[in-house]
């Protein structure tokens, strides 16, 4: 049995179940990892951990007969007859009990993130910088300060804007004109803010395991891109992870990172592809992850 982690609606979700089903193998679908019905035991010691499911439909599925999990979701609780404090600690209780047994499993695991971002996985371009450097991967520049002179000599240099990017949410907003730089002054006395160069198209790319999907076409770079996103992605525990490239005058550079790939902006055939991926790593086509 293979457990998809996922919203009914997830498009990739369903392209694997599908896949799964052709090759004879079974699948389902789960939501809500410790809800919808689902009970959940896992005994664990210095010598062994045995977990098991016991399904809505009555059905018991132990740990060792699950040959792989997806993970697109890290679950939902119907938040109706909730005091929100008491909603937030269930939800961080469940997900940090997800991601133990996640980390417990035996079988590939796809999408599994590791504890330092399991709660935030939408980071800034900021913080990923040390890590793409090292694996000689290009980032846009970028400025996080509080200094007002650094904030009008950045203006002096960019005069198509900039682009301010929150380190709490994955909003982005375009800084032009006179009001606009004025206000990101008046939040700087505060706290130190985050500006980067804007840039232009984007193109996304998909790592799965040790492949990189393009959508579209590829750079010219495409193969020294992949390999340095390959390094990366095992430098950060990631073996399913999502990037936004640009092109700039140092060549391509890496405008995002996104550890759960939001596989609904690739194109169809991207996505056919991706799921492609994601069942040769199931079927053994692939070693372990």
Not at 71 to 86: H, L, N, T
Not at 113 to 132: E, K
Request: hydrophobic fraction near 40%; charged fraction near 20%.
């Amino acid at each position: 049995m293979y457990l998809l982690l996922a919203s009914g609606y997830d498009r990739l979700s369903q392209l694997i179940a599908d896949g799964l089903k052709a090759r004879g193998r079974n699948s389902l679908i789960v939501n809500s990892t410790f809800g919808d019905g689902l009970k959940f035991s896992w005994r664990l010691d210095n010598n062994s951990s045995n977990s098991e499911l016991t399904l809505s439909d009555g059905r018991v599925l132990s740990g060792d007969q699950i040959e792989g999990v997806l993970v697109r979701s890290i679950g939902w609780i119907d938040p109706s007859g909730w005091q929100p404090e008491d909603l937030a600690y269930v939800h961080t209780e469940t997900q940090a009990a997800l991601l133990g047994w996640l980390k417990a499993l035996s079988c590939p695991v796809i999408g599994r993130l590791p504890a330092s971002i399991w709660y935030r996985p939408q980071m800034p371009i900021s913080c990923w910088q040390p890590l793409l450097a090292r694996c000689g991967l290009n980032v846009t520049e970028t400025l996080v300060t509080n200094v007002e002179r650094e904030l009008e000599s950045f203006r002096q240099t960019t005069p198509i804007g900039a682009v301010y990017s929150p380190f709490s949410s994955v909003d982005r907003y375009l800084v032009d004109g006179d009001s606009d730089w004025n206000g990101l002054a008046a939040l700087a006395a505060c706290a130190p803010v985050c500006l980067a160069v804007p840039h232009g198209e984007t193109k996304r790319a998909c790592l799965i395991g040790d492949q990189v999907v393009w959508d579209g076409e590829p750079p010219e770079e495409a193969n020294r891109i992949a390999s340095a996103l390959i390094q990366f992605a095992a430098f950060a525990e990631l073996n399913f992870v999502e990037f936004a490239t640009s092109e700039s005058s140092d060549g391509v550079s890496i405008v995002g990172v996104n550890p759960i790939p939001s596989i609904e902006l690739f194109s169809d055939g991207s996505q056919q592809m991706i799921a492609q991926c994601a069942l040769n790593i199931f079927t053994g086509a692939e070693a372990h992850l």
